[in-house]
């Protein structure tokens, strides 16, 4: 039995449209899928979740490891017990806070020592550590264990990087202990640099049977856009077509328009949530900060094109007093709008992929978007 089936219903030029099917259900793409690093979407709860056409979250084995722990995990009969959510779980391996936390871990060939951010204990994280703690929180999808370096690395660091990774993953796939439940997604790394991305694909490809998908990691981490555009493009349709490809850490309305049009078909980024924890929301005419005051006596939604629940229900008046007055509602309100957003950016995208006028739906939506950037 596979852990993970992906068909691809439709396409248009690299984009594709498909489905795919998990123990916990199926997950529609292209998708977007919100970030529960520690169990938790911030500030939503799962109702909201289903509520707003979330088929799958994220959780991080990093974080989860350190609180609740593996042996409250063991006794809850992981994650989707845990939390009640009765969809679809990815984890990521703690592979980003290797990036994250550069300043206090150590990378060795047996894998990763960190220094608790809770409080500094010592933490050694191998590959079959990470899929240890991935098996017992149970996830749909579990990532092998990666090194993502910086955007700006050197060639010489980066090449290092991926050929350490590669070997990493060998011994992720020998540490899988639940391969009837849950699909392991193998990493392509490489930075900036296009041969090197090519050498990564190359030789996670020996083990291409032993993956159920593959992630592209290490864009999104510094480098310029024109870079993370050009490696999109030269990669992501180069993956197997026949398994889901996933574009890590990317949340930016036009960037994943752009992964689209490449070929990808899954990506996440906590960006939602945390821009409308601090008041910033997306408008299909751009970003714009609602506790602007400017918006003080604006009595429209946050976006008249969107049909989610909070702008259907409150104004950008009302949601700019909840931030003046530091009321965290404000921070609910504006984070459901955001992942809402999202969400059914990519779920237009599909339709669009159906009618065969993707790129035609991405150029009109790019036209009216105001990149912040």
């Known amino acids: ?103 206090i ?7 990763v020592e960190f220094s608790s951010h809770l409080d500094g204990s ?5 590959p079959e550590k990470s899929i240890e703690i991935q098996n017992i929180i149970g996830a749909d999808i579990i990532m092998a264990f990666d090194e993502c370096p910086k955007g700006t690395a050197n060639y010489d660091y980066v090449k290092a990087s991926l050929e350490l990774t590669v070997r990493w993953a ?10 009837d439940e849950q699909g392991l997604f193998g990493i392509i ?36 856009k024109k870079d993370m555009y050009e490696i999109l493009d030269h990669i992501a349709h180069k993956l197997p077509k026949n398994k889901p490809r996933y574009l890590m850490g990317v949340g930016d309305p036009a960037d994943m328009l752009e992964a689209v049009a490449s070929g990808i078909d899954m990506m996440d980024c906590v960006q939602p949530t945390r821009l409308g924890r601090h008041g910033s929301v997306f408008t299909h005419n751009g970003r714009i900060t609602i506790k602007s005051k400017k918006y003080e006596d604006d009595f429209s939604p946050i976006d008249v094109k969107c049909n989610c629940w909070v702008c259907k229900n409150y104004t950008r008046a009302y949601i700019r007093h909840l931030f003046k007055s530091k009321e965290t509602l404000g921070q609910k ?41």
């Open 189 to 224: 790394q490489g930075g900036v640099f296009k041969d090197l991305r090519q050498m990564s694909l190359d030789k996670m490809l020996e083990y291409e049977k032993d993956f159920s998908g593959f992630a592209i990691g290490g864009l999104s981490v510094g480098e310029s």
């Open 105 to 111: 871990r150590k990378i060795k060939e047996e894998g």
């Open 333 to 373: 309100l504006s984070s459901y709008h955001n992942l809402y957003f999202l969400i059914n950016l990519m779920n237009d995208a599909r339709d669009a992929i159906f009618k065969e006028n993707f790129e035609d739906f991405k150029t009109s939506f790019l036209c009216n978007y105001i990149s912040p950037y």
């Open 122 to 126: 010592k933490i050694f994280m191998p």
């Open 1 to 103: 039995m596979r852990p993970i089936n992906f068909k691809i219903e439709s396409s248009n030029n690299k984009a594709r449209a498909g489905t795919i099917t998990t123990l916990h259900g199926e997950i529609k793409t292209p998708v977007f899928m919100p970030v529960g690093t520690q169990g938790t979407v911030k500030t939503i709860d799962q109702r909201e979740l289903e509520e707003i056409g979330a088929n799958i979250i994220l959780g991080n084995t990093y974080h989860l490891f350190l609180r609740p722990g593996l042996d409250v995990m063991k006794k809850a009969g992981g994650l989707h017990n845990f939390m009640n959510w009765k969809k679809p779980i990815l984890t990521d391996s703690g592979g980003f806070q290797v990036f994250s936390l550069g300043n």
């Open 170 to 179: 060998k011994r992720c796939i020998q540490a899988h202990q639940k391969k």
